[in-house]
């Protein structure tokens, strides 16, 4: 058995904290993420909240293996450096987080892209088991992914290979991204890019506007929101198709906020990559993950205890 | 020193056959394809442009090592199988390429895809020399690729990884493609669709539709070949940037015919990828490839020998 440890989550709308043992998260809680103003300011409450969650658990910092975070962005695993950023967290580049870690904690210390570490969960405890061929695709906030191939996971001599799948281009003469490209598949369909996306007239008033609020409104014959619903399986389709055709794995896993709508997402993106994409051997395997939400912290503490 | 070998890159529209050895072309020759009346028509010729080949070399079966083909197409390296390809060759997968290798020469046998034999010969001996992680795109009838990461040539479970950047989704609400998918950069751009993009009484009467005509044409101020190469340099550009987001190169080779107007290409992609792709560690260093549609004869040769 090994001993518990401490895995950190860092969404771009609530940051999770969990207490992850040999693959069963012990305890988990969250708090808000502030991302648009940087994660420095954050750490005192990450703090706070890995204290309050280990009272409960009898467990003091001597019994635990370890610290892991999984971030957004381009991660260098090797020097347990976050690289670079989209918009969220925009300062953590700028942070030694292995420090901070050591100071507060004194544990051993990863991070790992939490497309990869939601893959790696997936992968030893979830969906994913026994594929050494597999893709996740994150729906949510912004559209995120990771590779394996043929056992190992897929990182690149810049550590950006297998994560960019959000910033593959499906519409070669579309919008600027928040990467600064162009035609990306999170400018066409994502969380952030909701509001430019509805025309706010043509839905109802709403403080939030969401994918599951526009699948609902689709299923009552909303024209804004069927269109939006529309262009955004397509994009999400043509995007998995990119991640098949790139990587050639067995199974796709499919994560994220946005999975919420999976009933309508699943039998639509499967249509399509069964149609279009090139694989001449059979059919790649579509399913969601196993752990809604949980599948990076999971991921992420199996990484600390095989570094 | 190692034995010579024959090497023979099935190109769409010429075969070509050479004898290498430990990098070096001892001499070439090429036949017509007819790639679209398939390969098993085109297999004597081959024969005889060999034998032609062997004797002013003063070479006989008993001095080779080998005899490897670069094939376009889905090709399974280890049973040594074209599984699955586009419109060219379309008989390969029912032809035994390893038995009639076997019968006519009495050789080892190799096969390897066009583009991954492409890599290989500009890794070992060509612009790619010292890069482990490279990618190479192929510009030419279709579009092809290939991908080395971390020193091993990228292959996937079922032989697709790397070689479908052609078939990478940049406009998704596209048109349907050769290979069956929507929005492909084959279909936005490569000479197989040249003339669908022309309309013919834009362009001057000419029974050669290519893209040389076609830079050539823009350079006088065509405005239909300034369309057509536009749309062609934005479509390979999003291609590339793809491709760097997929692997994560050091360094991205372009060959094919297409290449022949390097002069305008280069430059532009070159600007396109540094402003467009997602690179925090710095530039991918474009460049052409270094054997002017030699690579994949010396590719699949090293291949022989290290298989």
């Not at 030893?124 to 594929?131: D, K, T």
Request: glycine letters at 10%.
């Amino acid at each position: 058995m090994s001993k518990p440890v401490i895995a950190i989550d860092m969404g771009g709308t609530r940051i999770k904290i969990g207490i992850v043992q040999d693959g069963i998260l012990l305890d988990s809680t969250s708090i808000d993420a502030y991302s648009t103003n940087g994660l420095r300011s954050r750490l005192p409450y990450i703090r706070e909240a890995v204290e309050n969650l280990l009272k409960p658990q009898q467990l003091s910092l001597s019994d635990l293996g370890g610290l892991g975070i999984a971030s957004p962005g381009i991660v260098d695993s090797h020097r347990k450096k976050v690289l670079s950023i989209d918009k969220k967290f925009g300062d953590a580049p700028e942070i030694d987080l292995e420090e901070w870690s050591q100071k507060m904690f004194n544990l051993p210390f990863f991070i790992e892209n939490d497309a990869r570490s939601a893959l790696v969960g997936e992968w030893i405890y979830g969906n994913a088991q026994n594929h050494d061929n597999a893709v996740l695709m994150t729906l949510g906030t912004g559209i995120g992914s990771a590779a394996i191939i043929e056992g190992k996971l897929l990182k690149g001599k810049h550590f950006t290979a297998g994560i960019l799948g959000g910033h593959s281009v499906i519409n070669y003469k579309g919008n600027v991204c928040n990467c600064g490209n162009k035609g990306c598949v999170e400018t066409e369909a994502s969380t952030w890019n909701l509001a430019n996306m509805r025309k706010s007239e043509d839905l109802p008033a709403s403080s939030v506007v969401d994918y599951e609020m526009i699948f609902t409104l689709a299923e009552e014959g909303n024209t804004k929101a069927l269109e939006i619903r529309n262009q955004s399986l397509q994009a999400w389709s043509a995007c998995a198709v990119n991640l098949i055709h790139a990587y050639d794995p067995e199974i796709l896993v499919l994560t994220g906020g946005i999975m919420a709508s999976s009933s309508s997402i699943i039998p639509y993106l499967r249509n399509y990559i069964e149609t279009y994409s090139w694989t001449p051997w059979g059919k790649v395997h579509l399913t969601e993950g196993k752990f809604s939400g949980t599948a990076a912290l999971l991921g992420i503490a199996h990484l600390i205890n095989n570094q």
